[in-house]
């Protein structure tokens, strides 16, 4: 039975999720809010917050360019989880997890870290370059804090699926094919028993990521799991319609990114 | 008891681990099983060491320089001449150890990054000899500066992959090449050429450099009769310094690492990692790196493409915390100055990396006794240098 409610009691659904990313200050900190407004409407049910990286190790260049963008608007772990208020001032209601890559928490230290994260409002931190092994200290100060600490487990995790499985908090995050963000996905037959077998072993929603860029990749996803993480092809929407953003022509660029992700994820 | 690094989480201290995405925790996991199997099979070791003997030509020789000695006028001046090893550079040493050892996974294709190059040729190299496809990751101003070592990996079969990302160096080229592993890891060997990268890296290419130090201690014995009182080496990821310093890690002999400063440590243009950086993780290892207030990683800068890496491996930053090893930095202008030295004195052109340690050891080498003794570690030769040297050198004139 999965667990019914998380994200401080702002989950109460634990099937059909769909869970958007965006980086935060791409291509600035205010459109991330417009962004995530809109994503809301099209139904998401958490928001992952991605934090730029110099050296992004699990993200394809897509990614990669989004946080190549925000680093220019100067944004950094502080100035994201700095951003979740605003969010929440514009209207966004959905739990917040902030995506972030490890050394940036190293500087900033786990105190002031979740220190900021109570203070903002976020309710859960993803750490993609921190694995189970390493991960002790901080899912312990997490769970202290109730942020929920978000694994990832993949399909060569092997013997370890079980372990990082019955530890998930939140939701737990399934990388459905070998590779860095943004690639192509098949649902193999391998692919499908994976996700089965980390189904049998989670206590909480098991999403799937990694190449979900079709509403047909999106109906597949629904049909054997919890959930739906949808990255690089937002990030791509959110591309296409940079130079009408610096033509001026915010709202019809937001209804178009809008009607892309309702059309995606119907 | 004497504490044995790493310990079973891969870590020297408080550094080094794993922190890379879960992708990769599986292969990491069948490379440290089929490692630890390996170097405990005597057949395996016998093997490796076979080729370095037939193949690489080791032991590389300890040459005594004469005359340079004798114009400083200080401490009696010994060279361990990695240039002469194949390749030109320390780096086959590591490369013919994970080479075999893909051999032995049954993986055919093997993937590796590369700042000189050094590390390209020699991944190719053993590619060609071991029968392997081979793909070299290198940064688009790394390949510039180092025309004719890419020259050589084309020569010797490797595809050269072009990375633009960042500054286009080293740094860049490892990330790269850490997600093209990530994607292809079921039927790729990922050849790391400096002891950095996640566990168990750091520890894989130390124990297949750490024969430089141990030729090097039977050496000096052979003519000195007793330890060299100081030994240097250059650091820019570190493995030629860790191959030479591990075996005398527990002996008296003073261990000095030598970083690069480019234009001077207090200029932004550096990239002495040690001396100006702070822990953190860079390439799946806690260690120090060059990093701004954010934790995001900034850009090195070097005049040899070999340092400039803003990390360096984890037991370099366990060493230097403990101070079981003195780092320092030399500026690009005083390694070119140490390099045209020993080449008008020895008749050896060494690469601009190795002679960021030849200008530390000329420096103190003055100051010291001629009953006391240093010795080098030549890590390499200058031949891949000479378009950025008469570059430098028609500058000045």
Redesign the interface.
């Known amino acids: 039975m999965l667990t019914q409610t998380s994200f401080q009691g702002k989950l109460t659904k634990t099937e059909d999720l769909f869970i958007p990313f965006v980086v935060a200050g791409d291509p600035t900190p205010e459109l991330t809010i417009q962004f995530a407004l809109r994503l809301q409407k099209a139904g998401a049910d958490i928001l992952e917050l991605g934090v730029p990286?110099?050296?992004p190790?699990?993200?394809?260049p897509t990614i990669?360019r989004a946080a190549q963008r925000a680093?220019q608007q100067n944004m950094?772990?502080?100035k994201a989880i700095e951003l979740v208020p605003k969010l929440r001032e514009a209207g966004v209601e959905i739990p917040v997890v902030i995506f972030t890559y490890?050394?940036?928490?190293?500087?900033?230290g786990y105190d002031r870290f979740f220190e900021m994260l109570e203070e903002n409002g976020a309710e859960g931190v993803l750490i993609?370059?921190?694995?189970?092994?390493?991960s002790e200290e901080i899912r312990g100060l997490a769970e202290e804090k109730g942020v929920e600490f978000i694994s990832?487990?993949?399909p060569?995790?092997?013997t370890?699926i079980k372990q990082?499985a019955e530890h998930a908090k939140g939701f737990l995050y399934c990388?459905s094919t070998?590779?860095?963000t943004g690639?192509s996905n098949q649902m193999s037959a391998e692919t499908l028993s994976f996700i089965k077998k980390v189904k049998e072993h989670s206590q909480v929603p098991v999403a799937v990521g990694f190449g979900v860029s079709t509403n047909e990749d999106v109906q597949l996803v629904r049909e054997h799991s919890d959930g739906v993480i949808i990255g690089s092809k937002i990030i791509r929407l959110i591309e296409g319609e940079l130079e009408a953003f610096e033509n001026g022509q915010e709202e019809e660029a937001l209804e178009r990114f809008y009607q892309e992700i309702h059309q995606l994820v119907k | 008891m004497q504490q044995v690094f790493p310990d079973i989480?891969g870590r020297f201290g408080d550094f080094g681990?794993?922190?890379?995405?879960?992708?990769l925790?599986?292969?990491l996991?069948e490379l440290e099983e089929a490692l630890d199997e390996a170097m405990s099979d005597q057949a395996f070791l016998d093997q490796y060491h076979h080729v370095l003997k037939e193949y690489a030509g080791r032991p590389t020789s300890l040459s005594y320089a004469d005359k340079l000695s004798k114009q400083l006028g200080g401490a009696k001046i010994y060279l361990k001449r990695e240039d002469l090893n194949h390749t030109g550079a320390h780096k086959l040493n590591n490369a013919i150890g994970q080479g075999l050892l893909a051999k032995r996974m049954g993986k055919k294709k093997i993937i590796a990054e590369t700042g000189a190059g050094q590390h390209g040729v020699a991944s190719a190299t053993v590619a060609a000899k071991f029968g392997l496809e081979c793909k070299v990751f290198m940064g688009e101003e790394d390949i510039r500066r180092q025309e004719l070592n890419v020259f050589r990996m084309k020569l010797l079969g490797a595809e050269v992959i072009s990375v633009s990302?960042?500054n286009g160096t080293l740094?860049d080229a490892t990330?790269e090449a850490?997600?093209y592993w990530?994607?292809?890891?079921?039927d790729h060997f990922y050849l790391i050429g400096s002891v950095v990268g996640p566990h168990p890296y750091p520890r894989m290419v130390r124990d297949f450099q750490r024969v430089i130090g141990d030729e090097s201690k039977k050496q000096f014995l052979e003519v000195e009769s007793e330890l060299p009182d100081r030994i240097y080496a250059c650091v820019g990821g570190g493995s030629n310094a860790m191959g030479m310093f591990y075996p005398f890690l527990q002996d008296p002999c003073e261990l000095i690492g030598v970083e690069a400063a480019g234009k001077g440590i207090d200029t932004p243009e550096h990239a002495a990692t040690l001396t100006k950086g702070?822990?953190?993780?860079?390439?799946?290892s806690m260690t120090y790196l060059m990093?701004d207030?954010?934790?995001?990683?900034?850009e090195p800068y070097s005049i040899s493409a070999g340092l400039d890496y803003p990390g360096i491996g984890p037991e370099h930053a366990h060493l230097f915390q403990t101070k079981q090893v003195r780092y320092e930095s030399i500026t690009d202008k005083e390694a070119l100055s140490a390099l045209q030295l020993l080449t008008e004195q020895e008749g050896i052109i060494p690469a601009i990396e190795t002679a960021h340690a030849l200008a530390q050891a000329f420096k103190e080498a003055a100051e010291m006794t001629p009953e006391q003794t240093i010795l080098i570690n030549l890590s390499g030769r200058g031949d891949k240098d000479m378009a950025t040297l008469m570059e430098h050198f028609q500058e000045e004139e």
């Open positions: 990286y110099s050296d190790l699990a993200d394809g990669q680093l950094s772990l502080t490890y050394n940036p928490v190293i500087q900033m993609p370059d921190l694995p189970y092994e390493e990832l487990v993949a060569n995790s092997d370890r990082i990388v070998l590779g860095v690639g | 989480k681990g794993k922190y890379v995405p879960e992708t925790m599986g292969p996991q990302s960042g740094k990330n850490i997600r990530v994607a292809n890891c079921e702070t822990p953190g993780v860079i390439h799946g990093q207030v954010n934790g995001q990683i900034t």
